[in-house]
Structures are given as structure tokens and as C-alpha cells.
């Protein structure tokens, strides 16, 4: 199941950046361990009361020198296009502005569902100039500060009311979801029918040609699939065509939905900055992931340039270390039957549970073989570890103080688990937890 989206919009400085940031909390400063994984700082991922959904802060997009009204139209069409629910934003202390009545008609035509936020209500003294807002016609108008977080509980009360009923798995548990990923013109469509061996998905050298998600359910060997085709940009109004920022929008549905991401890249053009962004969202949904370098038989080979390709991906994509690499052609369909037995794996190896006394026999003797560190005089020691979830597997490790596992030796002990227990293909989560 897909998160539901909210966007946040309204006109310049009425603090929509600013929400957006209380919103997500943390999760806006993610910071990896290992170099490569980069965020933008218009999309991310929020959580209230046990509802998880996408965030888009409208205020982040550059439209370089389109007059006002049209970056106002564009931000609001962005919202329109991607969202399921529209935080509007606005400024108590300057009441109802022309701008924000230009903002209202736009969203009027959205025919979703529309939270009014009144921003800056700092005190409760100035709660009167809210009423105001009523004229814009979006109902009852919710008073917030962002900079103080005051409101803003009402405010995600509403907004979550208005999200997508929650259907459940329309697909049994051995079927096997995964979507393909990656920049625009990357051959994700001709993949799509290069695997189904039909023209079921529109093909075409413009940019952007693919407007919606598409399931496409595959068999193949008595094993069931379902392809997740993300939809790429809209070309409608240039912040679609001048930016790759909203492939990533678009691909966060799909990662929701899969087993498996595919992360598409374009053998002709090499490793772009977005496909990194991309990438990282799908290893931070903790998703298995295969990294599959399309357009191979456009590529002037000798027999070192498959090594030299695939040593580029490993020092680009260093958080995807664990992720195996398929070259292949979509167009001329060579080296097309090494992908699904790499899905295969993926999948496989996602759901993979180990028993708790193999896996501490692992730890103990990376700890034998490697002591635990010190820090301050203080020993990290490690007493029991179990596998509490897969997809992604996730392990707890009981210890005395959870901060003395530092970053270096967590990626050690996932270096022995990995060794000794085939998780290719996956991530895998190691959260330390203090014994009591």
C-alpha cells in the first residue's frame, strides 16, 4: 500500500518551509554513515499517530524567473498533480491577501481535499484575526505557529481524516511486486515489455512519456509478479520539464507497493546525481534492490568495461553495497534472463529469517574475533541477538549501553552476518537496545 501524499502550499514566506520541517522532525536531517546518499529538501517522509505518509513543501521549488502569479499557479499545480491531501498555507498576521485568493481559485479546481492552515498565530490573543480566512472557503480555518509547534496536532487531525481508505494486500504473499525506478528516459517502459513480451506499456524517446503507475501481473516458471511501472514527469508547465525532482515523487508510491525495487540506470549517460536520490529512498524503505544497467548494446565494449561499469556503481552507490548489478539491453532483449533470477534472490533473501541461537553463535564469534570497543573507559558488551522482522530483515542486539555501538562496529557485525548468511540483494537493519 502506497503512503498517501500531502502537499503543503500557499504563497512566498507564510512558513510553509517551516512546517514542513516540524512535520517531518528528524527525518529531515537524515544523516547516512556511508557517503553518496543525498535528500533534497522538498520531499520527505512524516508520521502521525501511526499514519505514515509523503511530504512535499511546495516552497522548495525554483521556477527561476516566471512572474509571481505563474510560480504561485505552478507550485499549485505540483500539489494538484501529486498529492492526496493540500495543506494550504497562509499568514495570520497579514490576513487574506490577493495572492491568497489566486491560490484558493487554483485549489477550488484541485477536487481534493483542502486543510487550511492560518501560520504565525503565535499567541492566543491573536486567535480573532483567523476568522477572516472563513472567506477563502475552505471551511474551518486551523490556527498554528510554526515556530513555536503550537496547533499543528489539530491541523494533522484533519489533514489524516482525508486520507485514502486503506485497502488490503491486493495480491497474495507469494506474489513478487517490484517496480522499476530511475530517471526519466532510462528505458524503464521498454523494460516493462521487453519482460512481458508484449507492447503493453507506451514506449517513446520523449521524456516523461509515462503519465500513471501501471501493474502489469508476469508468470514465469510457476512464479507469480507483479511490475510496478512508474508513471515519470507530467509535461505540464516547465517546472516539469526543467527538473528531475518529481521523478522522485512519483517513484515514492511504487517503492511502498514492492518486494523489490529495480533501480534503472542508462548505460549511455553513466550515473547521474538524481539517480542517487532515487536510490536512496528505496534503501531507505528498506526494499530489496537490484541495480540493473540498461541500453548495454549501445555501449562500445571491451572486456573490461563491464568490471570498470559496475566499480563506477560500487563508488557512487557505496550505501548499496549489498545490491548485485544486472547489465542488459531492453531493446535487443540480451542478458534480459539474468534479471528475474536476481529478483528472485532479492526477494528471497528479503524475507529470510534467521534462528536466534545460528545467529548468536555469528555474533559471539565476531566478537571473539574482534573485541567490542571502549569509549570513555566504558567496555561495549554484547549479551543476546534476535531477528524481530524481515522485509527488510531487522535484528536487535542486546547490550549495556545501546550508545556505545558505534557506527563502525554495527557495519562490522553486518559484514559477519552478511558473510556468513546469503542477504545479497537486501538491506539489513541492526538496532542495539539496552538489556534490562
Known amino acids: 500500500m502506497s503512503k498517501p501524499v500531502i502537499a503543503i502550499v500557499g504563497r512566498p514566506n507564510v512558513g510553509k518551509s517551516t512546517i514542513f520541517n516540524r512535520i517531518v522532525g528528524e527525518r529531515i536531517s537524515i544523516v547516512e554513515?556511508?557517503?553518496?546518499?543525498?535528500?533534497?529538501?522538498?520531499?520527505?517522509?512524516?508520521?502521525?499517530?501511526?499514519h505514515e505518509f509523503n511530504i512535499i513543501d511546495t516552497g522548495g521549488i525554483d521556477i527561476g524567473d516566471e512572474p509571481f502569479l505563474?510560480?504561485?499557479?505552478?507550485?499549485?499545480?505540483?500539489?494538484?498533480?501529486?498529492?492526496?491531501?493540500?495543506?494550504?498555507?497562509?499568514?495570520g498576521r497579514e490576513g487574506v491577501t490577493a495572492a491568497d485568493e489566486e491560490v484558493a481559485k487554483i485549489l477550488y479546481r484541485s477536487k481534493k481535499p483542502v486543510v487550511l492552515a492560518v501560520n504565525k498565530v503565535d499567541n492566543p490573543d491573536m486567535r480573532e484575526m483567523v476568522y477572516d480566512f472563513y472567506a477563502l472557503g475552505f471551511g474551518e480555518p486551523y490556527p498554528i505557529s510554526g515556530s513555536h509547534g503550537v496547533g499543528l496536532g489539530d491541523m494533522l487531525d484533519e489533514v489524516v481524516n482525508h486520507f485514502p481508505n486503506k485497502s488490503e494486500n491486493e495480491y497474495g504473499e507469494e506474489v513478487i511486486k517490484f517496480s522499476l525506478i530511475g530517471r526519466p528516459n532510462v528505458g524503464k517502459s521498454s523494460l516493462v515489455n521487453a519482460i512481458l513480451g508484449e507492447e503493453r506499456v507506451i514506449v517513446s524517446d520523449i521524456e516523461g512519456t509515462t503519465r500513471d503507475a501501471v501493474d502489469s501481473s508476469y508468470s514465469y516458471q510457476d512464479q507469480e509478479y507483479v511490475i510496478i511501472d512508474t508513471a515519470g514527469m507530467r509535461k505540464k508547465g516547465k517546472v516539469y520539464e526543467s527538473t528531475?525532482?518529481?521523478?522522485?515523487?512519483?517513484?515514492?508510491?511504487?517503492?511502498?507497493?514492492?518486494?523489490?525495487?529495480?533501480?534503472?540506470?542508462?548505460?549511455?549517460e553513466g550515473i547521474r546525481e538524481q539517480d542517487k536520490k532515487i536510490a536512496g529512498y528505496a534503501h531507505e524503505a528498506g526494499r530489496g534492490i537490484v541495480i540493473v544497467v540498461n541500453k548495454w548494446d549501445a555501449?562500445?565494449?571491451d572486456e573490461k568495461t563491464m568490471k570498470n561499469f559496475e566499480e563506477n556503481i560500487r563508488e557512487h552507490f557505496q550505501f548499496l553495497s549489498y545490491a548485485p548489478v544486472v547489465f542488459l539491453s531492453a531493446k535487443t532483449k540480451k542478458r534480459l534472463h539474468t534479471l528475474l533470477p536476481?529478483?528472485?534472490?532479492?526477494?528471497?533473501?528479503?524475507?529470510?529469517?534467521?534462528?536466534?541461537?545460528?545467529?548468536?553463535?555469528?555474533?559471539?564469534?565476531?566478537?571473539?574475533?574482534?573485541?567490542t570497543p571502549t569509549d570513555n573507559g566504558k567496555r561495549l558488551k554484547i549479551y543476546y541477538a534476535t531477528q524481530v522482522a524481515v522485509k527488510p530483515p531487522t535484528f536487535v542486539v542486546f547490550v549495556n549501553e545501546p550508545e556505545l555501538l558505534h557506527f563502525s562496529y554495527k557495519r562490522f557485525l553486518e559484514n559477519r552476518i552478511r558473510d556468513t548468511?546469503?542477504?545479497?540483494?537486501?538491506?539489513?537493519?541492526?538496532?542495539?537496545?539496552?538489556?534490562?
Open 299 to 301: 555501449i562500445e565494449k
Open 33 to 50: 554513515d556511508v557517503a553518496g546518499v543525498t535528500r533534497d529538501r522538498i520531499y520527505s517522509s512524516g508520521e502521525w499517530l501511526t
Open 70 to 91: 505563474e510560480q504561485i499557479r505552478q507550485q499549485a499545480e505540483i500539489a494538484i498533480n501529486e498529492a492526496d491531501v493540500i495543506v494550504f498555507m497562509t499568514n
Open 342 to 371: 536476481m529478483i528472485n534472490m532479492a526477494s528471497e533473501n528479503h524475507s529470510l529469517r534467521i534462528q536466534s541461537s545460528v545467529l548468536n553463535d555469528v555474533i559471539m564469534d565476531a566478537v571473539a574475533m574482534n573485541p
Open 244 to 268: 528531475e525532482k518529481y521523478s522522485v515523487l512519483r517513484a515514492l508510491r511504487a517503492i511502498d507497493r514492492s518486494d523489490v525495487v529495480l533501480i534503472v540506470l542508462n548505460g549511455e
Open 421 to 436: 548468511f546469503n542477504f545479497e540483494g537486501t538491506p539489513i537493519k541492526i538496532i542495539p537496545r539496552a538489556r534490562k
